[in-house]
Nanobody, 125 residues
């Protein structure tokens, strides 16, 4: 599984950005995909996860109500719509996927087998 993330950039506090992540590969589209972020000097932090099988996405408390994760099954793409951005949202954002046979969402980075290259989001105050 190959993952490619797009959409990072510089935005003022209160602004919005949308990240995209395209999944490709011979093993099929993963059922569970997630977004994580890593701020300078900090560990990788869970942001959101979604299952292709449906259901409500899972969000970290720090982004709930501001971020929305969605998917396009046809395009094999997940999105992270980020609204009301704060300076503390500044980080490199990574998309990740669990192995294709797994359908259960997870919040631990160690449970994701595939990772995209990361895209930098910078929120200025």
């Amino acid at each position: 599984v190959q993952l490619q993330a797009f959409g990072g950039g510089l935005v003022q506090a209160g602004g919005s950005l949308r990240l995209s992540c395209v999944a490709s590969g011979r093993t099929g589209t993963p059922n569970v995909m997630g977004w994580f972020r890593q701020a300078p000097g900090k560990g990788r932090e869970f942001v959101a996860a979604i299952s292709w099988a449906g259901g409500v996405p899972s969000y970290a408390d720090s982004v709930k109500g501001r971020f929305t994760m969605s998917r396009d099954n046809v395009k094999g793409t997940v999105y992270l719509q980020m609204n009301t951005l704060k300076p503390e949202d500044t980080a490199v954002y990574y998309c990740a996927a669990r192995k294709p046979a797994i359908t259960v969402m997870a919040r631990s980075a160690s449970q994701y087998s595939y990772w995209g290259q990361g895209t930098l989001v910078t929120v200025s105050s």
